[in-house]
């Protein structure tokens, strides 16, 4: 008998309970958001913000612990010429990466908003989204392959009988090495590879939705291809561009996987916050390195949130 006025007792809250989220459906959303904020909030927000804090805090150099006083000597460190050398390295190499796959991008994504249609556009998808089926480590170590000193460009060039113009353009200073899988513009190469598919998509997605008769509006009123190009097709596009580069400019500023595999021995922003926080035990100057990215991404955020880059997402 108690065991049924338990279970009625319990299907009495429970209908009260439903009730009154129904009567509130406010509260009912909230309650749903809860878990989720709570793991963004404490997990990862958290976190992020602890790493942070110690920024601000510094290394004793004799016992190597970590002194939890405030100070801006860390931060000061960032401005060292070795330091301040790995920051521009990195921001240059985004910047370089970014504005590639834009261009390369840009073709692609206008034949398949434009041109494509059925199972062209599939196959166009397939094509683009192909690569990142595979295992980053695994297309990482293929260029590798492919850019040594006995990789296919070698191997091919050799055919060719251009061994000569390989050798004088490894030569050049700053992009050129030993060979292609240990120099700048090999790392350049592996980056717009990687994430080229992360520019195609928003700007295929920004140019599918220019409407057509704006294109016809143009030709109709004498305009010829390129001032219908800049004057109508760019603007409209311009966003979707922008937010791929959000893409493109954020994970090469992060990375720290292809400068390790492929390139010199010079480090970039993810390599000096790993190195610091692992081997060098710096956890206060890993900190201070984290903080320009995140920097340089709410500026860049902000800019492409005003050009409606959000829009294309």
């Known amino acids: 008998m108690s065991e049924q006025v338990i279970s009625e007792s319990r299907s009495g ?17 909230i309650l749903l958001f809860i878990p989720p904020l709570l793991w963004l909030g404490i997990v990862y927000v958290g976190s992020l913000l602890t790493l942070l804090a110690h920024a601000f805090f510094s290394i004793d150099e004799f016992s190597g612990f970590i002194v939890y006083e405030f100070t801006f000597s860390t931060i000061a460190q960032l ?18 990466v970014t504005i590639a796959s ?17 199972k062209w556009k599939a196959l166009f998808y397939i094509l683009v989204m192909l690569p990142l089926w595979s295992s980053y480590l ?5 260029w590798k392959l492919i850019l040594a000193k006995e990789g296919i460009i070698s191997w091919l060039a050799a055919q060719l009988r251009l061994s000569w113009l390989l050798d004088a353009f490894l030569a050049l200073p ?21 994430w080229l598919p992360f520019m195609i998509l928003p700007t295929q997605a920004a140019l599918e939705r220019v409407p057509a008769n704006l294109i016809e509006a143009s030709s109709d009123l004498g305009g010829t291809p390129g001032q219908t190009f800049r004057h109508v097709i760019w603007p ?5 561009l922008i937010a791929g580069s959000i893409f493109t400019f954020s994970l090469t500023l992060g990375d720290y996987i292809v400068p390790q595999i492929v390139g010199t021995s010079t ?4 390599q000096a916050v790993y190195t610091l926080q692992g081997t060098a035990g710096n956890i206060p100057l890993a900190a201070a390195f984290t903080v320009v990215p995140i920097l340089i991404m709410v500026v860049y955020l902000s800019i492409a949130k005003r050009m409606g880059a959000f829009d294309a997402l």
Do not use: C, E
Request: no cysteine; proline share 6%; net charge positive.
């Open 13 to 29: 809250i429970a209908a009260r309970l439903s009730d009154w989220l129904f009567r509130k459906p406010n509260h009912f959303l």
């Open 138 to 142: 695994v297309k990482v170590y293929s």
């Open 79 to 96: 401005f060292q010429p070795a330091n301040f050398d790995v920051i521009l390295r990195t921001v240059t190499m985004a910047a370089a």
């Open 267 to 270: 480090f970039f922003l993810g």
């Open 236 to 240: 409209l596009a311009l966003p979707g």
């Open 102 to 118: 834009a261009i390369i991008s840009y073709p692609f994504s206008y034949f398949a908003a434009r041109y494509a249609k059925g």
């Open 174 to 194: 700053v992009i050129g090495g030993p060979s292609l899988s240990i120099s700048y513009f090999g790392t350049f190469i592996v980056f717009v590879y990687i």
